[in-house]
């Protein structure tokens, strides 16, 4: 795999990994039930923790069938399930806080990770819902902690109709879709044609949602 090198942060020159506290966090309501929670620089150290998981987790290149064609994807994966032991100590600390944060609303644990590597502004995700499993019929969350270069989360109403929700995530920042979030809107990374350093995305959800 080729390397990809990453700008460090200017405003986290931290090389101790350390959470901040969530009571910083602001909730946006986007309408049809869902919202959105953003934490700027959550992860001090971040990083650090980027250079750590880009070069220790057994990334894998996906390939997919659109329209009669099979596709890479455009960006490296790794999933960890429920039992299995995530790639820094961090992430457990990371989940953990998240789901005693949001026992009242959600009522049940963080569970698995995701993690997305976006090499450059190359890489992408098209507009989605995690509707896989219990995401399609219930409200839940996701939470989201990037680190590396920042690159723009788009969000917009299913369907179409209304504005797109942009926001800037990179370098440790947290934001959770929740609610009705996944089945009311959809959120994208798209293409960046400007010079783009590589970013990591990890992404907490309950079992039974992907």
Known sequence: MTAHHLQGSLFDQADELSLGPLDGIRRTELGSGAWLDVLPGW?????????????QVPWRAERRTMYDHVVEVPRLLSFYGVDDPLPHPVLTEARDALGAHYAGELREPFTTAGLCYYRDGRDSVAWHGDRIGRGAR???????????APRDLLLRPLGGGGGTVRRPLGHGDLVV???SCQRTWEHAIPKSTRATGPRISIQFRPHGVR
């Open 43 to 55: 992860l001090r150290g971040s990083d650090t923790l980027f250079e750590h998981l880009a070069a």
């Open 138 to 148: 219930e409200d839940t969350m996701v939470a989201i902690l990037s680190v590396g």
């Open 177 to 179: 879709m929740g609610g």
